[in-house]
Nanobody, 124 residues
Framework: QVRLAESGGGLVQAGGSLRLSCAAS????????MGWFRQAPGKDRDFVAA????????YAADSVAGRFTISRDNTKNTVYLQMNSLKPEDTAVYYC?????????????????WGQGTQVTVSS
C-alpha cells in the first residue's frame, strides 16, 4: 500500500507560480509511474501531467502544456509539479497518483493509489 502526501498548494495571484510536491511512502519509488490530476468544484477529475518511472516520458494536458512541468526525484521518493503563469481556471484540488507499472497513463482509472489532494486557488 503506497501512501501519497501532497503539499505546496495555496493562494496565488494570476500569473504567479507554485510548486507542488508529492511524497510517497513506498520504496522502491521508481517502480511507479506518477501522475497529477485536478478537480474543480462540480467538475470531473482531469488529467494534468504524468511521468514514467525513470522520468524519460512526460505528458501534459493541452491546457497546461508550456506552463506546468512534472518531474521526479527517485532518491527522495518525490514527484513535483511546477506551475507557472497560473490562471484563475487552474483553481482546483490537485491530486497526485501512483500507478504500479513503469508506463504512464492519462486516465485516472489506471492509477492505483491517490493522495488526499492539495488546494490551489488562483485569484484574478
Amino acid at each position: 500500500q503506497v501512501r501519497l502526501a501532497e503539499s505546496g498548494g495555496g493562494l496565488v495571484q494570476a500569473g504567479g507560480s507554485l510548486r507542488l510536491s508529492c511524497a510517497a511512502s513506498e520504496r522502491p519509488f521508481s517502480r511507479y509511474a506518477m501522475g497529477w490530476f485536478r478537480q474543480a468544484p462540480g467538475k470531473d477529475r482531469d488529467f494534468v501531467a504524468a511521468i514514467s518511472w525513470g522520468g524519460g516520458s512526460l505528458y501534459a494536458a493541452d491546457s497546461v502544456a508550456g506552463r506546468f512541468t512534472i518531474s521526479r526525484d527517485n532518491t527522495k521518493n518525490t514527484v513535483y509539479l511546477q506551475m507557472n503563469s497560473l490562471k484563475p481556471e487552474d483553481t482546483a484540488v490537485y491530486y497526485c497518483a501512483a500507478r504500479d507499472t513503469v508506463g504512464v497513463s492519462i486516465r485516472a482509472y489506471d492509477y492505483d493509489y491517490w493522495g488526499q489532494g492539495t488546494q490551489v486557488t488562483v485569484s484574478s
